[in-house]
């Protein structure tokens, strides 16, 4: 079924998203879906996911059905797709019933390519609107943050149960479902539910090098967090709550300090909290104080930190938390501020009513959770191990990695824990243990337990100092803990050495964060990156979609960077596809050149690795391809029209490949284009300057100028060019 060879791909993703490269495993998962089989992806929040569906949509015949959770999602997603130039909408309850019919109609009359849904919309049994999916000829369902269809997942959506039918209507179809975070049982689940068949598996790297880590104690949290937003003003953010009454509190005491911040929980209206999210998108608010109800549709990719105010209830919803920051692939902060009494409030949450294997998973992703945060190791490992990745001891961009050690001698202090293990009969928790060391009057304290020598010979530590050396012996293997509820620490053999003096205990201490752990200055000027930030943002606000819709803060840093002159030098900026450089590129090029001029420096081009997948090609599709036999249609005779229809492709599929043999040289433009419509567009071309994206010219033209005949006379005039 897959017609396209690598190259074409290549060629495909810098055309329509004007990226360079493929991430991860993107181009084999792209591969797997135009092959017609069914895919499973796992790949990391910002990491691409979008793409894997996207850019077969466009090489597909039809229509690609996207089901997403969340109506901010889906209509991020189209507003980046219209900025790309690529046909797409959705359907959902925010449009009114006019809205929501023209869109069916445009889906009907096939000037759509990619319809997001919510999994509400999909009903168990309905003739009718199978009927409306069966006429649009689907070629792709996708199906978004996948993991909710699992209740072994960290979010689980019982509408998403009713998916399986989409297989069951459309046996041929091939389904891709993706997500972020899900382990092997969350996979395996997912392929059940949405009856996969035969499917593949994709597993990319869950690492995020460039989101830095850091866990902090939870000591005038409130404090750190309003100085951490001061120093970056000029970033946005997210700070995570565990109750509607923490954000909203939060969001006073940041108003106080002279920060703009918002509040978003489920207990808002549909409208404010819309009204909240799109401020957040356009910029008009940086800073956001959450609940975990906000996130899953934000796609928004300058997000320069999360911060976690409490813990997150597990690892799976804090790793996709803190996804939402650097999407655009900057440097970004991940910052957890960490207390036990957190977790105590977390326990009780995880109890599920009547559901004693539910409540089980969930207290044992919680002390999964308490692990991380209590850790003394690389954070980048212990979550790239958590979800079955190998990694190093050692990443350099974590708060443990970025501190200076030190070793300690720690043997005294570890037989005085060890010892209180064996006095209290290993039947206690750490915190009881601590209290009981340190000679605590509360009236917990088993009064027995006080009469033994070991009663408070421990106030030499903190509380806080107690409960790190507890988790280092049971990193250490030297204490183990009960899988039971009440989770007691009992000795090992390893212990007992220690306890009896056979071996001794070094731990290696952390001291506080050096300054390496502070972002390096950027390569470019940070006033010119500022102009080009308002430039996009006038390009935002006039088409009413977030700046970062437009082009993303990398993109604009690597124009700051390498300083393009000319149109071909912006089609290597990744991010600038032939659309986007078409629309946008003139008013970007202006301020880049008086820059160059006002600061007497040059383009630095030359530094910059081209876009192979640039290089204009001179040889014609591959032989006995889907094109060459358009083409054959187009030499008997038959005119495009005629060509779509037979063949039940769009007619700009139709045109797309005719021009590829325009730009070849292979087929006469006189056979498709009329020489008025030739001369015309021709003089329209010359006039504007601009011989690399449609759009530009279509908006001076009337409405019986298509796109594809302007498309095949930009290739039949650049080949007068050269």
């Known amino acids: 079924m897959n017609k396209y060879t690598t190259e074409q791909l290549h060629k495909a993703l810098s055309h329509f998203f004007g990226y360079n490269d493929f991430r991860h495993t993107q181009l084999a998962i792209i591969q797997n879906v135009l092959d017609g089989n069914d895919t499973l992806a796992i790949m990391p929040t910002g990491g691409g996911k979008s793409i894997c569906f996207q850019l077969p949509a466009m090489l597909l015949p039809g229509i690609t059905i996207v089901v997403s959770p969340l109506i901010a999602l889906m209509k991020d997603q189209v507003d980046a797709l219209l900025a790309n130039g690529i046909q797409a909408a959705f359907l959902n309850s925010s449009q009114s019933a006019e809205e929501q019919q023209r869109v069916i109609k445009e889906a009907q009359n096939g000037q759509i390519k990619l319809l997001y849904i919510a999994p509400e919309r ?37 509408e998403y149960l009713k998916l399986a039918v989409l297989k069951k209507e459309f046996p041929a179809v091939p389904v891709i479902a993706l997500t972020a975070s899900a382990d092997a049982v969350t996979q395996k689940d997912i392929a059940e539910r949405l009856a996969l068949r035969d499917h593949k598996l994709f597993l990319s790297s869950f690492n995020r090098p460039n989101i830095h880590y850091h866990v902090v ?78 996130g899953m549709g934000i796609d928004k990719s300058n997000v320069r930190y999360v911060i976690h105010h409490d813990v997150s209830k597990n690892i799976e919803g804090y790793y996709q938390e803190t996804g939402r920051a650097g999407r655009d692939g900057l440097k970004s902060d991940a910052i957890l501020f960490y207390s036990y009494g957190d977790i105590m409030k977390l326990r009780r949450f995880a109890q ?128 183990r803990k009960t899988d039971d509820q009440y989770a007691t620490l009992q000795m090992t053999d390893k212990g007992w050495k220690i306890l009896r003096g056979e071996a001794q205990l070094k731990l290696v201490l952390k001291k506080p964060e050096q300054q390496s752990a502070i972002q390096k200055e950027p390569d470019y000027d940070q006033t010119l990156f500022e102009q080009l930030k308002a430039i996009r943002l006038q390009f935002a606000n006039a088409e009413n979609v977030p700046a970062y819709a437009i082009v993303a803060d990398n993109a604009l840093a690597e124009l700051a960077t390498f300083l393009p002159r000319s149109f071909d030098d912006m089609k290597q900026i990744s991010g600038f596809g032939d659309y986007k450089v078409g629309k946008y590129g003139g008013r970007f090029l202006d301020a880049i050149s008086k820059y160059v001029a006002a600061n007497n420096v040059e383009s630095r081009m030359h530094f910059k690795k081209a876009k192979s997948v640039r290089k204009e090609k001179t040889g014609k599709p591959a032989t006995g391809s889907t094109m060459d036999i358009t083409l054959n249609m187009l030499n008997d005779g038959m005119n495009m029209a005629d060509i779509a229809s037979e063949r039940g492709l769009a007619l700009s599929t139709i045109e797309s490949h005719l021009a590829a043999f325009v730009a070849a040289g292979d087929l006469d433009i006189a056979k498709v284009v009329s020489p008025e419509k030739l001369r015309t567009i021709l003089d329209t071309v010359k006039i504007t300057g601009q011989y690399t994206a449609s759009k530009p010219i279509k908006d001076l033209l009337s409405d019986d100028y298509s796109y594809g005949e302007i498309r095949m006379v930009l290739e039949y005039y650049k080949r007068l060019q050269r």
């Open 122 to 158: 999909i009903p168990t049994n309905s003739s009718l609107f199978f009927d409306f999916l069966r006429a649009l000829q689907p070629s792709l369902f996708a199906i978004d943050e996948a993991h909710c269809i699992s209740s072994w997942g960290h979010d689980f959506r019982p």
């Open 217 to 294: 104690p939870k000591k005038n949290a409130l404090g750190h967090i309003i100085d951490y937003i001061k120093k970056h003003k000029d970033d946005c953010g997210i700070v995570y709550a565990l109750s509607r009454a923490s954000t909203e509190e939060i969001t006073g005491k940041l108003h106080e300090h002279g920060i703009r911040a918002a509040y978003y929980h489920a207990g808002m209206d549909n409208t404010e909290r819309s009204r909240v999210q799109e401020a957040f998108q356009k910029d008009e608010c940086r800073v956001i104080v959450a609940t975990i109800a906000f």
């Open 352 to 479: 599920v009513d009547d559901n004693p294997q539910q409540s089980a998973i969930s207290l044992r992703k919680l002390q999964l959770m308490q692990e991380y945060a209590e850790n003394e190791g690389c954070r980048r490992q212990y979550l790239m191990q958590y979800f079955g990745e190998q990694f190093p001891a050692y990443c350099g961009s974590c708060d443990y990695c970025l501190s200076s050690l030190e070793e300690k001698d720690a043997t005294m202090d570890a037989q005085k824990l060890l010892s209180a293990v064996v006095r209290t009969g290993e039947r206690f928790g750490a915190h009881y243990l601590v209290d009981f060391l340190r000679g605590s009057a509360s009236e917990k304290i088993n009064p027995a337990h006080k009469e033994l020598k070991t009663y408070g010979i421990g106030k030499n530590l903190k509380k806080e100092e107690w409960l790190w050396m507890a988790q280092q012996l049971l990193n250490g293997k030297y204490l």
